[in-house]
């Protein structure tokens, strides 16, 4: 039975999970159909090769020695994935400073431009009168990442 390598074409397919078990994103069909879901990928198996640096160096490293069939849970330290959380990409801009038709809302996702015009896509965190409260962070920042693994072919 063959295994594979670095270098290998594989497909394989994942679910992916936060801590508390909230399914974040999954190439399995029936797993995202659910309206609890936050997946945000395209179903179905994924393609990469092995050591190409296109997914999780974690996950690449797991797949070499798998045989087709097999499965793998691997952990994935928030610092290796989104990284920490941090508090000082969370600022607010007054109300005056935000385009009149603009009404956000809290969850609402924007890309912004800085004063240098470098985008940073931002998630609003609050709304009040006066302001508008922005995180920067990406959304799993600071959270340690589960995926289970299935390696569907070795090309």
Known sequence: MAHAK??????????????????????????CEDDDCDCEGESGPMEITIGSKEFFPEIEQALIGMAVGEKKSVLIPSADAFGEYDPEKVFSAKRSEIPEDLQPEVGDAFTLANDNDEEIDVTVVEVSADSVTFDSNHPLAGEDLKFDIELIEIL
Do not use: M, P, R
């Open 6 to 31: 670095h270098g290998d074409k594989v497909i394989f397919h994942y679910s992916a999970t936060l801590e508390d078990g909230t399914v974040f994103d999954s190439t399995y069909e029936d797993v």
